[in-house]
């Protein structure tokens, strides 16, 4: 065990014991479930299919980065846009071809993997200084938060125990209650709603009763690959790809700011080692893994970041655990009906929590890396990245970003999009751009690695 020499202790998983560990993996795994089965939910995609390529994407990204970075791979909201699509003509686009828009999107994630290794860490990091990263982090808290508002309005008491559980056990409690603080919140919202809620109770029951206790995850009909038969349609597949394929482009920019989140959570350079080259070909090849077998695209999950930073266990084994966990209960319908039945509550007071601990992490790598905001262009690019993420997604009605058409197709791009793009911009062409990857390995990820002493 190690002390961070101005917080709290960080735990070592292999001295908690097989039981402990049990917990925790199930902490990642409740973590995440909300988020990632609500794309599913939202889209018209299988939530057993979801929770299947969730498991083995996560899996295949801890391989290809060496089992080092402790990150989960849950359901993508970026490509949320990416489902319902129209064709020129009006004709609505079929969810398996919009998974196969998805899949090109993933392999989008292997060029830049390339610009990596032709071009080397140190050119392309000059695009992604902390000064970028740092209010992207911020701006992914907040753009989730309406998220969980909404959520907990549905029933505020539900919420609030929660809310309270998660702060009472992690301030103040001792040993295993003070690690799993996300999994105790979730049992206690949802038995507090079981309770003073009846309806709920009967609605739970109902769902869980009606599901089926064995089933396979993976439907032929619902992949991407079942388009190609009698009546596969190119001019279709051809819209789907390149009013989905862009979305990447935003979706890696999210990608390396979750990277130096998880970071400065662990306290571990992962820009350097294993890279970022690899952790973005984890990512890519999960996403289009998923999306060939008919699930959402993946994404590093915030959920999880936040309980690294809450239990204070950072290592990897716990999370492939919840990989693991979410591989096993794909194949059980049953559990699957009971975490969709969870409380809209519940789920909405954890994540009150979780996405403000993103967001403060964004906070703490921009305070911590001294970014020099007497600078003119420092203010600006900050400014524009939080008003323009905030702005449209907010401003904009349900849309939540912005529609332009190139020739007869749309394009959506969400407000973080826009503003990881603008702010990626607007430091790359004003003057004064001094940062320089490998120079200071506290600047390069936004991580603090003096803070923390063994």
């Not at 096993?328 to 403000?356: E, N, Q, R």
Request: glycine share 10%; hydrophobic share 55%; with cysteine.
């Amino acid at each position: 065990m190690s002390k961070n020499k101005n917080t709290d202790a960080v735990y070592d998983a292999k001295s908690l014991g097989t039981a402990k560990i049990l917990f925790l993996g199930l902490q990642h795994l409740f973590a995440m479930f909300g988020a990632t089965v609500l794309v599913p939910a939202i889209t018209g995609l299988n939530v057993s299919t979801t929770l299947l390529c969730a498991g083995l994407g996560t899996l295949l990204f801890h391989l290809l980065t060496g089992k080092k970075v402790p990150a989960f791979l849950g359901s993508s909201f970026a490509f949320l846009g990416a489902y319902g699509l129209v064709t020129a003509s009006g004709q609505e686009i079929p969810l398996t071809y919009s998974c196969f828009g998805v899949a090109v999107a993933g392999l989008m994630y292997l060029v830049m993997t390339m610009f990596f290794k032709i071009f080397g860490t140190k050119k392309v990091m000059q695009f992604f200084p902390p000064i970028v990263t740092g209010p992207v982090i911020i701006a992914i808290g907040l753009t989730l938060s309406g998220t969980a508002i909404q959520s907990c309005s549905a029933n505020w008491i539900v919420a609030l125990a929660a809310i309270a559980v998660v702060v009472v056990c992690n301030i103040w409690g001792k040993g295993m209650i003070k690690i799993v603080p996300i999994l105790l919140g979730v049992v206690a919202s949802y038995l507090c709603a079981m309770v003073i809620d009846p309806a709920a109770r009967e609605s739970v029951m109902a769902t869980v009763a009606s599901a089926d206790w064995v089933g396979l995850p993976v439907i032929w009909e619902n992949t991407a690959l079942s388009i190609f038969g009698a009546d596969f349609d190119m001019s279709m597949l051809i819209t789907a790809i390149i009013t989905i394929a862009p979305i990447s482009l935003a979706t890696i920019v999210e990608h390396v700011g979750d990277v130096c989140a998880i970071s400065s959570t662990v306290g571990k350079n992962f820009v350097e080692d294993p890279g970022l080259h690899k952790t973005l070909a984890g990512d890519g090849l999960a996403t289009t893994i998923s999306s060939l077998l008919g699930g959402p695209a993946n994404t590093t999950y915030g959920e999880n970041t936040g309980v690294l930073a809450l239990s204070k266990v950072f290592d990897p084994m716990v999370v492939r655990l919840a990989a693991l966990f979410a591989i096993v209960l794909s194949f059980c319908p049953k559990f699957a009906a009971l975490i969709v039945a969870m409380p809209t509550a519940t789920m909405g007071g954890v994540s009150l929590v979780l996405y403000g601990m993103i967001s403060a992490v964004g906070v703490r790598n921009v305070v911590e890396n001294q970014v020099d905001f007497t600078k003119s262009r420092n203010v600006l690019i900050a400014a524009m990245i939080l008003v323009l993420a905030i702005g449209l997604k907010y401003g904009t009605g349900d849309v939540g970003g912005i529609t332009f058409a190139i020739g007869s197709v749309n394009i959506m791009l969400s407000g973080l999009a826009v503003a990881a793009i603008v702010g990626i911009t607007m430091n790359a062409v004003l003057p004064g751009n001094d940062y320089e990857f490998g120079s200071n390995a506290q600047g390069d990820t936004s991580v603090n690695f003096g803070a923390r002493q063994d």
